[in-house]
Structure formats: structure tokens, C-alpha cells
């Protein structure tokens, strides 16, 4: 299975790239902040380490907790950030790993892990190739203050909590500028799609193939019985 890296900055166009490569291209996406939504949904075990530390304050009327209350701060604040990825972070990379491993048990080819932490995590050392969504920086305020409502001060913070989307650049694979028009990014990510879908499987990839690990366990299994039987043989 050929595991894709999409990552970015906040704000980028993950989102919008990796819609396309699932609803378009009919790639199947495991979105990394999806699973974190759901982890940190009312009585998880999510909910709970991070109520336990941040304690009841950010909590809505309901229960639920109050995303922008706790985006606002642990993104004005790196030490509490990291109190957050360390309650969070062993959920999330719990079910990304279940998730990849149903993919492969299935035999799907090619996976994409939509990941905005992919080089914070070191996850980009399991995915190739790492594509990184790349836009100026001022295009990125911008479109983040558009969407999510913050102000200047929220937007930085939120960006500054990343490695810059230019470091992110240097070390991609694949870059999609997604600074301009969609219908730009669209063209990108064609040829995107075009590259995994059809370049030949590294040694990695092959080692780590369904198949050949489905092979080595069925000689594995074949000659310990045949060792079995013939130790009983000659008892
Ligand atoms: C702090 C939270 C509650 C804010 O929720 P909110 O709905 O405002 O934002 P949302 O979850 O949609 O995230 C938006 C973007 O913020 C960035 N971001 C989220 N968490 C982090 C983090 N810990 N560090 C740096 N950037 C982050 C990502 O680019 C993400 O795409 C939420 O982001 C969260 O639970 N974060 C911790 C989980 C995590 O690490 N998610 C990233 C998955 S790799
Ligand atoms: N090429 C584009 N032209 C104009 N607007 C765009 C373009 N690409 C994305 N957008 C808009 O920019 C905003 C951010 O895009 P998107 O939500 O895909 O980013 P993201 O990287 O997934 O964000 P996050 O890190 O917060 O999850 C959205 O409102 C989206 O509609």
C-alpha cells in the first residue's frame, strides 16, 4: 500500500485538497483532525484526560467542550499546547494506526493521511510522498481570519503554534500551491493524482505490501509445521 502524506499549515487548503482527492479521485482519506474532533468528544477518553487538565472552565453549558475556548488557550500559550498534544496525541495516533491497518488488511493501494502535524509528529517518516499544501503567508491570515472569524492576534497565534509553511516546503516531496484560483489547485492536484496513482512501488512500499508480508507468514507458518512434523517423525 502506497501511504500519501498530505500536510500544510493551518489554513492552507488540506481541507480543500484532500475533499478533492477523495469526492474527485475516489482516494480514501484518513483525516487526522477528524479523529481528533471525535476524541475529544463528551465522555471519551479524550474528553476526560483533557478535562482533568484543563479542568471544567472549558466546558459549554452542555457539557461539550468549548472548542474556541480551549483553541484560544492553547494557542496563546505553547506550554499548554503541549499539555493538550500529550493528553490527545496517544488517541490520535491510536486510531490512525487501526485505521491505516484496516486499509492494508483491505488491500486498498493507495491511502492518503491528511495530517496538519505530519512533521511535528514525525509521521512523515512512514508516508510517501510527503505533499506539503503551500500558501503566502499573508493569503493564509487572510483566508484562516475569513473562515474561522478570529482576529489578527488568534490568526498569528494559531500559525505561529506550526513550523512555518515554508519549512514545510523544503521538505516536501510535492508541493501544491494553493495561493492562487481552485481552478489552479484543481490542476495540481491532477497531476497529483496521476503521479500516485501510477508510479511504480518503491522497495519499501513492496516490503511492506499486503502480499509480500502475507507471504512471509504463510512460509513462516508452512515450515514451522514441517518442522513440527518432522521432530514428531523422528521422536
Ligand atoms: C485546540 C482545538 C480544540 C481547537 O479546535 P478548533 O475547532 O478551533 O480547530 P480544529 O480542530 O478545526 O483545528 C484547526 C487547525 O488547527 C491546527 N491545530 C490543531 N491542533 C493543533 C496543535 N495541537 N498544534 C498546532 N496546530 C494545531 C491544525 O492545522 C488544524 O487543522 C483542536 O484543534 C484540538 O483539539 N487540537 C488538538 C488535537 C490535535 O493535535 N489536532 C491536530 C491533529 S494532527
Ligand atoms: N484556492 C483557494 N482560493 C480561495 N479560497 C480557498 C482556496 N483554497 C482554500 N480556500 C478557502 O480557504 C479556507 C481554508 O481552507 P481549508 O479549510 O481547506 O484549509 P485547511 O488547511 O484544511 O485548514 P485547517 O488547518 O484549519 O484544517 C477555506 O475557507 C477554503 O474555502
Known amino acids: ?90 488517541v490520535i495516533a491510536r486510531t490512525m494506526l487501526w485505521d491505516v491497518l484496516k486499509h492494508w488488511i483491505a488491500g486498498t493501494p493507495v491511502l492518503v493521511l491528511d495530517v496538519p502535524l505530519l512533521f511535528e509528529t514525525g509521521m512523515d517518516r512512514y508516508t510517501s510522498p510527503v505533499v506539503v499544501v503551500w500558501v503566502d503567508a499573508d493569503t493564509e491570515e ?17 500559525i505561529n503554534s506550526q513550523r512555518s509553511l515554508d519549512w514545510k516546503r523544503e521538505k516536501a516531496d510535492v508541493v501544491i500551491d494553493n495561493s492562487g484560483s481552485l481552478e489552479l489547485t484543481q490542476q495540481q492536484i491532477q497531476e497529483l493524482v496521476e503521479k500516485i496513482t501510477t508510479a511504480p512501488l518503491s522497495w519499501k512500499e513492496m516490503l511492506c505490501s499486503r502480499n509480500f508480508v502475507g507471504s512471509v507468514v504463510a512460509v513462516a507458518i508452512a515450515s514451522s509445521l514441517c518442522w513440527r512434523l518432522c521432530l514428531k517423525r523422528d521422536a
Do not use: C, H, W
Open 1 to 90: 500500500m502506497r501511504v500519501v502524506g498530505l500536510t500544510g499549515g493551518i489554513a492552507s487548503g488540506k481541507s480543500t485538497v484532500s475533499k478533492e482527492l477523495r469526492d474527485g479521485s475516489g482516494l480514501p482519506v484518513v483525516d487526522a483532525d477528524k479523529i481528533a474532533r471525535a476524541a475529544l468528544r463528551k465522555n471519551t477518553p479524550g474528553y476526560r484526560r483533557v478535562l482533568k487538565i484543563f479542568g471544567k472552565g472549558i466546558l459549554l453549558p452542555d457539557g461539550n467542550v468549548d472548542r474556541e475556548k480551549l483553541g484560544n488557550i492553547v494557542f496563546a500559550d505553547s506550554s499548554q499546547r503541549k499539555l493538550l498534544d500529550r493528553a490527545l496525541g496517544p
Open 142 to 158: 487572510e483566508r484562516l481570519i475569513a473562515r474561522d472569524g478570529l482576529s489578527q492576534e488568534q490568526a498569528r497565534n494559531r
